[in-house]
């Protein structure tokens, strides 16, 4: 299990309804986004560090480690604002606004990103797929997306073994046994995605399998003060982003 799945799984809002926490997380993400990036996106930025920290109770090491790689992204995308390819300077010359509009592009983005990682480290997919299907999207689509996510574990598992064993076996001791350990990685996991599959449909089929996987999801209800709370949250950081945007130089 990713650490992203465990620490949903083990989080304080564990059994909050996924509406609940979508409309917090997201609503953050949705302000991130349309709000100015002064001072708009940056508050977004910190109520959601915030939320995170405090009363969902992600631990602030598990939430670096999950968050590094999309502020990776994010800088190496306002990075590209820096420079301006032609014009009079040259080929590629520094931008006139680059860093100002790179500034704002993190902000955005960094601030969105936190509020989608609120969502993903409170609610575990198990929890929310399978009630994708009362909210319109098509069964075989959300039983796909069940398969697909439960073997992507077993994948993972099985290319942490296999890679213990060709280690075990100074498979990892030159570049050119690092090549063949790699080759051998690929062709024995994709062997054993096939077996896995087939042998998944056949204990479907064995049970009777009529185009629709049942599962348990545990009992919840939307909670209206939790989704007022965080409503009236979300307009509060539209209401000081307009006060501060006009007080602000």
């Known amino acids: 299990m990713l650490p992203i799945d465990a620490a949903a799984h083990s989080s304080r809002w564990r059994r909050r309804h996924p509406v609940d926490k979508a409309v917090l997380g ?24 915030a939320v995170l920290l405090g ?5 602030g090491r598990r ?7 999309p ?44 509020g989608v990682l609120l ?27 069940l398969v697909t996510y439960r073997m992507s574990f077993l994948l993972l598992d099985s ?4 890679r213990d064993a ?7 001791t030159s570049r050119a046994a690092e090549w063949r350990s790699l080759a051998g990685l690929g062709a024995t996991a994709f062997v054993r995605s096939f077996d896995r599959a087939t042998r998944l449909q056949a204990g479907l089929a ?13 009992e919840a209800k939307v909670s209206v003060r939790f989704t007022a709370g965080s409503c009236a949250l979300l307009v509060t950081l539209a209401a000081l982003t307009l006060v501060l945007e006009r007080a602000l130089p």
């Open 206 to 218: 064995g049970r009777g399998y009529d185009g629709t996987l049942r599962v348990l999801v545990p």
């Open 159 to 162: 290319v942490r073994r296999i």
């Open 26 to 49: 997201l609503g953050l993400t949705l302000l991130a986004i349309s709000l100015p990036p002064w001072p708009g996106a940056a508050l977004v930025l910190v109520t959601a560090l």
């Open 63 to 69: 939430l670096w480690r999950a968050y590094r790689v």
């Open 71 to 114: 502020l990776g992204f994010c800088v190496t995308g306002a990075a590209t604002l820096l420079v301006q390819v032609g014009g009079p300077q040259g080929l590629v010359s520094l931008a006139d606004d680059g860093p100002l509009r790179a500034g704002e592009l993190l902000l955005r983005t960094s601030a969105a990103s936190l």
């Open 166 to 172: 060709q280690a075990a076996r100074l498979g990892h």
């Open 119 to 145: 969502f993903a480290f409170t609610t575990p997919m198990s929890d929310l797929l399978p009630r994708l299907v009362k909210a319109g999207v098509p069964a075989p689509v959300v039983d796909v997306a």
């Open 55 to 59: 009363p969902a109770g992600v631990p």
